[in-house]
């Protein structure tokens, strides 16, 4: 399978904890997204990478979210200090060619439920 | 800002009945427009696509017609059926002013047999 690994697919954690996840794009394609998105809602954009810099980031991603594009291939987000408000479902996705038009492709999403 | 309004759910339908869902939109440039589904349980999938005024995006018996005059990306299916049951999602991207995605907020469609 070549599409966008996410990992893990279920994370429950306690308030105040750090979580990490994982997301392993096509291995072709050089930018890489990850959005937010809660029940009922569509996407919401939290920040961009091109190979390994990250050239946008939401105003929706406080002090305590951090992402990493080390290589240029797999990216982590990292939150920090969990709050019940960040339950939701972490999709990344990828998208390659030289058009910034592409279309992304999502992995299966991580869910964290912060309790 | 650019944005996307497409029709609230959720929308019931029987098997092979036609489906419409709506979707406007309002941006700066010449944005592409993508259809996206969301199944239960499983991540956001390309569903169609199109790229300039007139273009058509089809596929799985879904279409679409980006419609400048209008500013519209319509979704629809001549005859659905129960595996359709999914969210829909309208979205546009606008390299002219960001690299990201712009989502609607869904429309789930059930569809009975």
């Known amino acids: 399978d070549t599409g966008v690994s996410q990992n893990p697919r279920h994370k429950i954690t306690k308030r105040g904890q750090n979580v990490t996840f994982r997301c392993d794009p096509i291995?072709?394609?050089?930018?890489l997204y990850w959005y937010r998105q809660t029940l009922g809602q569509g996407p919401e954009f939290l920040t961009y990478?091109?190979?390994?810099?990250?050239?946008?980031k939401s105003r929706l991603l406080s002090d305590r979210f951090s992402a990493e594009r080390p290589k240029g291939s797999f990216s982590t987000l990292e939150i920090q200090r969990t709050e019940q408000g960040d339950s939701a479902m972490y999709l990344c996705a990828s998208s390659g060619g030289t058009s910034e038009n592409s279309p992304l492709h999502f992995g299966n999403g991580t869910r964290l439920t912060v309790t | 800002g650019d944005s996307v309004t497409q029709m609230e759910g959720p929308v019931t339908l029987s098997e092979e009945a036609f489906l419409t869902i709506n979707c406007t939109y309002t941006a700066t440039g010449y944005p592409s427009l993508f259809w996206y589904v969301q199944y239960p349980g499983e991540g956001l999938q390309l569903l169609l696509k199109a790229t300039k005024a007139d273009d058509k995006g089809s596929n799985k018996g879904f279409e679409a017609t980006y419609r400048k005059e209008t500013t519209s990306f319509h979704l629809e299916k001549g005859s659905v059926q129960v595996s359709d049951s999914a969210v829909y999602f309208c979205?546009?991207?606008?390299?002219?002013?960001?690299?990201?995605?712009?989502w609607g907020l869904g429309t789930s469609l059930a569809v009975n047999p």
């Open positions: 291995s072709e394609h050089n930018r």
């Open positions: 990478f091109q190979n390994e810099a990250q050239l946008e």
């Open positions: 979205a546009l991207k606008n390299a002219g002013n960001n690299r990201k995605l712009i």
